[in-house]
């Protein structure tokens, strides 16, 4: 079996429906949405019907969604935008020690900058405590970010439950739900959510698209400045292709969202048990329930992790070590250093990633594979001690 793709929290395959939507903008409907003729139009009616339908999939309004350039952008909108605008009401934010760089480094420059930044621990499943957030809480917190659900160890955070407690303590709430949309319901007034980060290409839409959702009414300045596209969050000529790519991949998630979870979490509980089955002395990396319905996270004694991604590679499974975004840089993840591993458990440490588009037979030939390339990497380690 040739190319099986488990690495889909890195990114996805484009769904065949959303390219065939995206390509009249690219080819016919080229206009800018901000043109007055006929081209223009046709762009920004399909501006306004994907922003509906991104909408939709979050139980938002049509005018508290903005397009941006993705995951990471609306990231530092929301952030740096209600520190920006709240500067003056407080200094204090508060996140969680596992959150992505894109949220992470934007709490660190707001540092630099005199903000006081609290950074929650995770317990051995990578949760937060809602203790630990109640007393962080002060009068002068502005706003608490703490991600959906995490990239690499596929932990849920009760979202609906730290929502209230920020309202409840006067500050606003911005959730990371880049890896959850599409893979867990999401209701922005139901969760208590004022802000809300949305990726393309986590959810078989293109990439270098994004949204974010920003309740009516929540203080938020500019970090872009331009043309005041996007009302004045995020100037720039919208990506039309982008933008009806991401709305077609939310249309399509939220039609058959229950189907995917129960279909994907299917596949995950297969792989998790065959790995458990095969293989001694593995560990599972986050939560056992409260996980996203397409993450496997194993640590594996005496093996490097890259060693082995590289071997699943000559097999022709394409995983990851931790997440995609740090897999470059030979540091041990700090999410899996925050869940209490030790630096070596770390390195050892596979993320195996599905979507709706894997299937039985790819697990089945995963299972086939991996027990043996374990065999042959632990049989060289000088870690390894068979009992
Ligand atoms: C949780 C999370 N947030 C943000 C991002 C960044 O998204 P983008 O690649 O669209 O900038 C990622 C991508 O890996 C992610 O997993």
């Not at 605008?85 to 949220?103: C, F, N, Q, Y």
């Not at 203790?131 to 955070?157: F, K, P, Y």
């Amino acid at each position: 079996m040739e190319n099986v793709y488990l690495d889909n929290s890195a990114t996805t395959k484009v769904d065949e429906r959303v390219i065939d939507e995206m390509l009249p903008y690219f080819r016919t409907y080229y206009g800018n949405a901000s043109s007055l003729h006929s081209f223009g139009r046709d762009a920004s009616n399909a501006l306004a019907s994907s922003r509906q339908r991104v909408a939709e999939i979050i139980n938002a309004r049509n005018d508290e969604v903005i397009f941006t350039a993705g995951g990471t952008e609306s990231d530092n909108i929301a952030i740096l935008g209600v520190a920006k605008a709240l500067r003056e009401k407080g200094d204090h934010i508060i996140t969680s020690s596992i959150e992505h760089p894109a949220v992470l480094e934007t709490c660190e420059s707001l540092e630099r900058s005199g903000f006081e930044v609290t950074y929650l621990p995770v317990d051995d499943k990578g949760m937060i405590s809602l203790r630990d957030l109640e007393d962080s809480l002060c009068e002068r917190t502005i706003l608490v970010t703490v991600m959906h659900a995490n990239n690499e160890i596929g932990t849920i955070q009760p979202i609906r439950e730290i929502g209230k407690m920020a309202h409840e303590h006067g500050a606003l709430f911005h959730t990371d739900a880049v890896q959850s949309l599409g893979k867990l319901p999401i209701d922005v007034q139901r969760d208590n959510i004022d802000l809300l980060s949305i990726s393309g290409h986590k959810l078989h839409g293109p990439k270098g698209i994004g949204a974010l959702f920003i309740k009516d009414g929540t203080p938020i300045k500019p970090i872009i400045y331009g043309g005041g596209h996007e009302r004045g969050l995020r100037s720039s000529t919208e990506n039309i292709p982008g933008i009806v790519g991401l709305g077609k991949a939310c249309d399509i998630s939220k039609r058959d969202l229950e189907k995917d979870i129960r279909y994907i979490s299917g596949l995950r509980d297969k792989l998790i048990k065959g790995i458990f089955d095969e293989i001694p002395k593995v560990r599972l990396n986050g939560h056992p329930e409260k996980r996203l319905c397409n993450n496997v996270n194993m640590s594996f004694e005496a093996v490097e992790g890259e060693a082995l991604v590289l071997a699943l590679d000559r097999a022709g499974i394409a995983s990851s070590t931790g997440s995609a975004c740090s897999s470059k840089k030979s540091k041990a993840s700090h999410v899996l250093l925050a869940i209490g591993l030790r630096e070596v458990t770390a390195y050892g440490s596979l993320r195996l990633s599905l979507s709706r588009m894997n299937t039985v037979e790819e697990i089945d030939y995963v299972l086939e594979k991996l027990p043996d390339i374990m065999s042959k990497l632990r049989y060289m380690s000088p870690l390894w001690m068979e009992e």
